[in-house]
Each structure stands twice: as structure tokens, then as C-alpha cells.
């Protein structure tokens, strides 16, 4: 581990985001050192965690202001979260992953590579994205789903169950899949 890069700066927030009404204690971080592929200087507050065990020291990865990360979700490696975005669970952002926006990353799903989950998008179940795969709208991607090359969802999709959506494909508007592979220049745009 490198040096540390932040410290919890003692303010802290209630969350109450548990269907069993379980509240959560977040706690504010501050850099204590630059992070320059942010623009994050010594002194900047940042966003909201519940444990140091949520954000790595390591690397560049920050959670900006607003943004909360609780429960055992870990940002690592150059991993950003930003925003209003909320990480939790046993959620995972890292490499160069980015949550931004509104969007959530929860329960098991894994955000990494290059890609981006963002506006308010929910990815979550053990949803996995990555390489230069884009989520946004209000998209959901769940259960088992697989998105990955550069592939766009967005509108109001939804991809569930075992899909695997890749390469060029783009679904949007209330396209919906739920088994199968979506390759290519493939575009799904309503679901009948």
C-alpha cells in the first residue's frame, strides 16, 4: 500500500437505505495528498464512505463530494465515483471504472475496464460491466447480464437474466433482453 491518500474528517451522515430500516453511518473523507488525474488537491473534501475498507488507498480512485459508498463496496485501482452516484453492497468499481451521475452499483455488480454506468442507471444482482461498455438513462442491468466492447444502454432498458449484450450492440429506448447474445451493430429499441 502506498502512503494514504485521505483521512474521514469526523463529519458524518445517516443513511437509511435497508428495506429493514437499517441506518448506516457514513463518514466525509479528505485528500491528504494530490490526486492529480482528478484535479483532487491536499485539503479537498470528498464524498461519503462508511469504512476505509470501501476506498483503496491505492491508485488514483476518489469518490467526489456527494457521492456514498457503504456496506463492503469497494473503489480501487483508478476507479471513480462521482456525483450523486451510490455505491454499496458488495458492489465493485475499479480499474478505470467510472459511477456518476444518479446511477447506482449494488449488491454484487462489478463496474470496470473503461466502463460507465451513469445518470440513473441501476446496475446491481451480479450484473457485470466493462470494457468500454456505457450505461446510462434509466437503464437497469441485473441479475446475471454482461455488457462489454462498446456497447450503449440506455432510455428505459432493461437487460436481465443471462444476457450478454456486446461489441457495437446498442439497446435503448425500452428495449428489453433477457437471454441470449446482442452483438455487433445490433440496435433493440422496444420491447413487445
Given amino acids: ?7 474521514l474528517t ?3 451522515m ?6 429493514n430500516g437499517k ?10 495528498r494530490n490526486i492529480p488525474e482528478y484535479d483532487i488537491s491536499v485539503g479537498q473534501k470528498g464524498g461519503w ?6 476506498l483503496s488507498h491505492d491508485g488514483a480512485c476518489w469518490v467526489t463530494e456527494n457521492a456514498l ?13 462521482d456525483g450523486q452516484a451510490e455505491v454499496f453492497g458488495l458492489a465493485e468499481v475499479y480499474e478505470e471504472g467510472k459511477v456518476y451521475g444518479n446511477a447506482r452499483v449494488f449488491d454484487c455488480a462489478c463496474v470496470h475496464g473503461l466502463a460507465r454506468v451513469r445518470e440513473n442507471a441501476n446496475v446491481y444482482d451480479a450484473a457485470n460491466i466493462y ?5 446510462g438513462g434509466y437503464a437497469n ?5 454482461e455488457l462489454y466492447g462498446n456497447c450503449i444502454v440506455s432510455g428505459y432498458a432493461e437487460i436481465c437474466g443471462k444476457a450478454i449484450v456486446r461489441e457495437y450492440a446498442r439497446v435503448y429506448e425500452s428495449g428489453y433482453v433477457s437471454e441470449g447474445i446482442i452483438e455487433k451493430y445490433t440496435r433493440i429499441t422496444m420491447h413487445k
Fill in 1 to 7: 500500500m502506498k502512503c494514504r491518500k485521505y483521512i
Fill in 10 to 12: 469526523g463529519e458524518s
Fill in 14 to 19: 445517516v443513511v437509511c437505505r435497508d428495506v
Fill in 23 to 32: 441506518k448506516t453511518t457514513l463518514w466525509q473523507i479528505m485528500a491528504i
Fill in 49 to 54: 464512505i462508511e469504512k476505509e475498507d470501501n
Fill in 69 to 81: 459508498v457503504y456496506g463492503c463496496a469497494e473503489i480501487k485501482d483508478n476507479a471513480l465515483v
Fill in 131 to 135: 470494457e468500454r461498455a456505457w450505461v
Fill in 141 to 145: 442491468v441485473h441479475e446475471e447480464a
